[in-house]
């Protein structure tokens, strides 16, 4: 177990053992609490105070399936806020072979300065000069990196976004065929990453140092038990590798919560044509890849290959939320539009919902009509440019709502809302007002409890708990690496113990069946505090005021959990 700090002001790195106060931490919960204890909460996101913090999830890097997930964390340009945003891919695993449990950049370089940091398969680690790369969007750098270091490699880097200092700036990470297709994507992660003066990460993934697992044994039957349950489960043993998260428009439009024109209706008009079914069916149709293996450890498959009308590779994982955020919010239901929207974010490295929505927020107050494609990718292309309008819409949605003065921004704290929409999944709006880290489905979505009808979506009855549940449960999963898509399977009391299981084996230390949700409690109050001291209070915990007073057809329903309500969310 080692950090690797990176000090970007003296251009030097060095290992240490991981200090006491962090021991038996990783991903967000690693992540959150150093952020917490060792950066000002009021500096300036994109000053030498701020640190940026690459870590895997305590499981990533061994045999347990769907644990490829790295955090990355630090205090949002975005939000104001402490943040962790979260990507798959192979980096997360190819440091876990390194034994890496965190690495922390510090400092900035000076100005004119970039570099790349290099992790190669003993674990040494250089900082290697990057002036070259200045500007180059993420599929070309990612080329010739890999060309330059092997296929063998994993790649994290930013954009011409993350250079112009951008608040929607993501990290892009590659997947399983070297593509930057996986972002760490909220929060404007990309421009803290810029600021310090790096470019790329790249780590070799033919590590083989992982840290020792004092209990093997108990811990390979337990992964065996767990990947049996993954496969198990209908959902992630077969919805999934059908048709990936796009399987949920159909869901949504039928629960009439898919924020469709800004927010402005529960429903798209022709959502039939960008449905998770007729996703899989144009692939199949083109040669593309439904089932599409993206993150190391996968069983799941739910990542694809989007190929055009002439079998040319398009863009992968084209999910559900980038479905709705350049689909229903923007009033287009054409996936090849969505599509070569989706690769233009991730090579300019955009997180493609702030973006989205940014882009509907332009075209409700009129600067443009909705449905019409031609003029989002303009717009898109301004911020890859860097025009004056490129980077009032690169800085996200509440930046277009104060340039043209309008009312209706579905954000909070400066980050978009997800594909569920607030008024029709009223503990969804729960999440949305009181995470830490701004509006966030992955903090706490609680489409489950409405699906298997636990709940009813459209009365604030019960929101509030079924939301503070789900937020301990995610915080908890981000800080193990596991894929929120592989926790479908922990319905199984037989895969919650064979996580717990592994768990014990990994750290060496029995722990209880509820040793999940005490890392999640524990990582919540650290973000808490963090928010706190950074000058965040309850007041800050609310939706914007349209959500209360604007009715969203078809149920012409409006979000009701109350204030007091949403201020007992952590009454832990």
């Given at each position: 177990?080692?950090?690797?700090?990176?000090?970007?002001?003296?251009?030097?790195?060095?290992?240490?053992?991981?200090?006491?106060?962090?021991?038996?931490?990783?991903?967000?919960?690693?992540?959150?609490?150093?952020?917490?204890?060792?950066?000002?909460?009021?500096?300036?996101?994109?000053?030498?105070?701020?640190?940026?913090?690459?870590?895997?999830?305590?499981?990533?890097?061994?045999?347990?399936?769907?644990?490829?997930?790295?955090?990355?964390?630090?205090?949002?340009?975005?939000?104001?806020?402490?943040?962790?945003?979260?990507?798959?891919?192979?980096?997360?695993?190819?440091?876990?072979?390194?034994?890496?449990?965190?690495?922390?950049?510090?400092?900035?370089?000076?100005?004119?300065?970039?570099?790349?940091?290099?992790?190669?398969?003993?674990?040494?680690?250089?900082?290697?000069?990057?002036?070259?790369?200045?500007?180059?969007?993420?599929?070309?750098?990612?080329?010739?990196?890999?060309?330059?270091?092997?296929?063998?490699?994993?790649?994290?880097?930013?954009?011409?976004?993350?250079?112009?200092?951008?608040?929607?700036?993501?990290?892009?990470?590659?997947?399983?065929?070297?593509?930057?297709?996986?972002?760490?994507?909220?929060?404007?992660?990309?421009?803290?990453?810029?600021?310090?003066?790096?470019?790329?990460?790249?780590?070799?993934?033919?590590?083989?140092?992982?840290?020792?697992?004092?209990?093997?044994?108990?811990?390979?039957?337990?992964?065996?038990?767990?990947?049996?349950?993954?496969?198990?489960?209908?959902?992630?043993?077969?919805?999934?590798?059908?048709?990936?998260?796009?399987?949920?428009?159909?869901?949504?439009?039928?629960?009439?919560?898919?924020?469709?024109?800004?927010?402005?209706?529960?429903?798209?008009?022709?959502?039939?044509?960008?449905?998770?079914?007729?996703?899989?069916?144009?692939?199949?149709?083109?040669?593309?890849?439904?089932?599409?293996?993206?993150?190391?450890?996968?069983?799941?498959?739910?990542?694809?290959?989007?190929?055009?009308?002439?079998?040319?590779?398009?863009?992968?994982?084209?999910?559900?939320?980038?479905?709705?955020?350049?689909?229903?919010?923007?009033?287009?239901?054409?996936?090849?539009?969505?599509?070569?929207?989706?690769?233009?974010?991730?090579?300019?490295?955009?997180?493609?919902?702030?973006?989205?929505?940014?882009?509907?927020?332009?075209?409700?107050?009129?600067?443009?009509?909705?449905?019409?494609?031609?003029?989002?990718?303009?717009?898109?292309?301004?911020?890859?440019?860097?025009?004056?309008?490129?980077?009032?819409?690169?800085?996200?949605?509440?930046?277009?709502?104060?340039?043209?003065?309008?009312?209706?921004?579905?954000?909070?704290?400066?980050?978009?809302?997800?594909?569920?929409?607030?008024?029709?999944?009223?503990?969804?709006?729960?999440?949305?007002a009181t995470s830490p880290m701004g509006a966030d489905h992955t903090a706490g979505n609680v489409i489950g409890e409405y699906m298997a009808r636990k709940l009813d979506p459209l009365k604030p009855e019960g929101q509030v708990k079924a939301s503070r549940n789900t937020q301990i449960a995610m915080a908890g999963l981000d800080s193990i690496g596991l894929c929120i898509l592989a926790a479908a399977a922990l319905a199984a009391p037989e895969a919650r113990e064979a996580l717990v299981g592994a768990l014990s084996a990994k750290l060496g230390t029995p722990l209880g069946p509820d040793a999940v949700a005490r890392l999640g409690i524990r990582t919540l109050q650290a973000e808490r505090e963090f928010n706190r001291k950074a000058g965040f209070t309850n007041k800050d915990d609310r939706l914007p005021e349209f959500f209360y007073k604007e009715a969203l057809p078809p149920h012409n329903t409006v979000f009701a959990v109350t204030d007091e309500e949403l201020d007992s969310?952590?009454?832990?």
């Amino acid at each position: 177990m080692k950090f690797l700090r990176v000090d970007m002001s003296r251009e030097t790195t060095r290992f240490e053992d991981v200090p006491q106060p962090y021991l038996g931490l990783g991903g967000r919960g690693l992540t959150s609490t150093m952020i917490n204890a060792e950066v000002p909460p009021r500096c300036d996101p994109l000053g030498p105070e701020n640190k940026l913090i690459f870590a895997p999830g305590i499981l990533s890097g061994t045999s347990l399936v769907n644990t490829s997930r790295m955090s990355v964390g630090a205090k949002s340009p975005l939000t104001g806020t402490i943040k962790e945003s979260n990507a798959g891919g192979t980096v997360a695993a190819a440091l876990g072979r390194l034994g890496i449990t965190a690495i922390i950049v510090e400092g900035q370089a000076k100005k004119g300065k970039q570099f790349i940091l290099r992790l190669d398969e003993n674990g040494e680690a250089s900082l290697l000069p990057a002036q070259e790369f200045k500007g180059m969007r993420t599929y070309s750098l990612v080329d010739r990196l890999l060309k330059a270091y092997g296929d063998k490699t994993s790649v994290m880097c930013i954009g011409p976004a993350g250079e112009y200092l951008l608040k929607s700036a993501s990290i892009q990470a590659s997947d399983v065929d070297g593509r930057p297709c996986r972002s760490a994507g909220r929060g404007g992660l990309g421009a803290v990453m810029a600021a310090k003066g790096l470019k790329a990460l790249i780590v070799d993934q033919r590590g083989k140092t992982p840290d020792a697992i004092p209990d093997p044994e108990t811990f390979k039957e337990s992964a065996r038990i767990f990947a049996q349950k993954v496969k198990e489960n209908p959902f992630t043993g077969m919805q999934l590798s059908n048709f990936g998260t796009a399987g949920l428009v159909s869901a949504m439009n039928a629960m009439g919560a898919f924020p469709s024109y800004n927010a402005t209706k529960g429903v798209l008009e022709g959502w039939e044509m960008i449905t998770g079914e007729t996703l899989t069916k144009i692939m199949k149709e083109r040669g593309g890849t439904p089932g599409h293996m993206g993150c190391a450890q996968c069983i799941i498959h739910c990542s694809n290959v989007y190929l055009d009308k002439q079998g040319n590779y398009v863009t992968s994982s084209l999910e559900y939320e980038t479905i709705w955020s350049f689909g229903a919010m923007l009033g287009i239901n054409d996936m090849d539009t969505i599509a070569r929207l989706d690769f233009l974010c991730d090579d300019i490295g955009l997180d493609t919902m702030n973006t989205g929505v940014a882009v509907a927020v332009a075209m409700d107050a009129g600067y443009r009509k909705f449905g019409d494609a031609e003029a989002v990718f303009r717009m898109v292309e301004e911020i890859g440019q860097g025009t004056e309008m490129g980077k009032v819409l690169g800085n996200g949605p509440v930046a277009v709502g104060s340039h043209f003065n309008h009312h209706r921004v579905p954000a909070v704290k400066g980050q978009s809302i997800a594909a569920y929409d607030p008024r029709a999944m009223q503990g969804n709006g729960v999440t949305y007002a009181t995470s830490p880290m701004g509006a966030d489905h992955t903090a706490g979505n609680v489409i489950g409890e409405y699906m298997a009808r636990k709940l009813d979506p459209l009365k604030p009855e019960g929101q509030v708990k079924a939301s503070r549940n789900t937020q301990i449960a995610m915080a908890g999963l981000d800080s193990i690496g596991l894929c929120i898509l592989a926790a479908a399977a922990l319905a199984a009391p037989e895969a919650r113990e064979a996580l717990v299981g592994a768990l014990s084996a990994k750290l060496g230390t029995p722990l209880g069946p509820d040793a999940v949700a005490r890392l999640g409690i524990r990582t919540l109050q650290a973000e808490r505090e963090f928010n706190r001291k950074a000058g965040f209070t309850n007041k800050d915990d609310r939706l914007p005021e349209f959500f209360y007073k604007e009715a969203l057809p078809p149920h012409n329903t409006v979000f009701a959990v109350t204030d007091e309500e949403l201020d007992s969310t952590f009454a832990f």
